[in-house]
């Protein structure tokens, strides 16, 4: 019988993480040797145990996944990563295989996808959820055509985190979880939210996103709020 590949669970939410145990227990190709609830945790129980696979959650009581996932393959290069996030965006995925995840799944979809998932990245194969893929490969092919849009004067002066904060208010995210995407304070996206609308003299949530729509930060047609 082949060894089985060991898994370590990153993530802050106890039940989540036990319904994840309780998906990977009924593959015997995997068993999960360790838990973290945060990213310091995780990195420690990484160094400590040394898995073969990491589920990393994307959002994070005290670091971003993204950046976690970042310091673990610099310690352990050959530890395989996969992403578990609510988020969908393109921006999102394509940060996560940049710092070195080969995996990614949409939370909603974690039943259905996971053990597939952890199979792929087992072979050192690319994961992709099939909930996302499409999206993603629709946002690859604009991604010239939206930057191209990016030429407005106001949204130049804006700094490069009133940008990021701008486009995802855009898309329907609350500042409450911004806040905890980002690690600020939610009184800290609030005051990125009034210059924003103040350098941008735009006076309503919907006024905002019409404005992202025109810069083709967001599809219209797509939007969450």
């Known amino acids: 019988m082949s ?3 060991t898994v370590l669970i990153v993530d802050d939410h106890p039940l989540f993480r036990a ?3 309780s998906i ?3 593959c015997s190709e995997f068993e999960v040797i360790g ?6 945790e995780g990195i420690e129980k990484t160094k400590e145990l040394k ?3 990491v589920v990393m959650d994307l959002s994070l009581p005290d670091q971003n996944g993204i950046d976690v996932t970042r310091k ?3 310690i352990l290069p050959e530890t395989r990563i996969m992403i578990l996030s609510m988020h969908s965006k393109i921006d999102y995925i394509t940060e996560a295989f940049q710092v070195g995840a080969t995996g990614y799944v949409v939370k909603e979809s974690a039943s259905e996808r996971l053990v597939d998932c952890l199979k792929a990245i ?3 194969e690319y994961f992709l959820d099939t909930s996302i893929s499409h999206k993603v490969v629709k946002s690859l092919m604009e991604s010239d055509k939206k930057e191209a849009k990016i030429t407005d004067a106001g ?4 700094t490069p985190r009133e940008q990021q904060i701008m486009r995802l208010l855009a898309d329907g995210i609350s500042a409450k979880d911004i806040a905890k995407e980002l690690f600020i304070s939610p009184k800290t996206v609030e005051n990125h939210r009034t210059n924003i609308m103040n350098k941008l003299d735009l006076h309503s949530a919907m006024e905002l996103v019409r404005y992202a729509a025109r810069l083709g930060l967001i599809d219209i047609d797509l939007w969450k709020g």
């Open 51 to 53: 898995p073969n696979m």
């Open 35 to 40: 838990e973290a609830a945060n990213g310091r």
């Open 122 to 124: 087992s072979k050192d």
């Open 19 to 21: 319904g994840l145990k």
């Open 3 to 5: 060894k089985k590949k």
């Open 155 to 158: 949204y130049d002066t804006l």
């Open 72 to 74: 673990i393959k610099n």
């Open 24 to 26: 990977i227990a009924n």
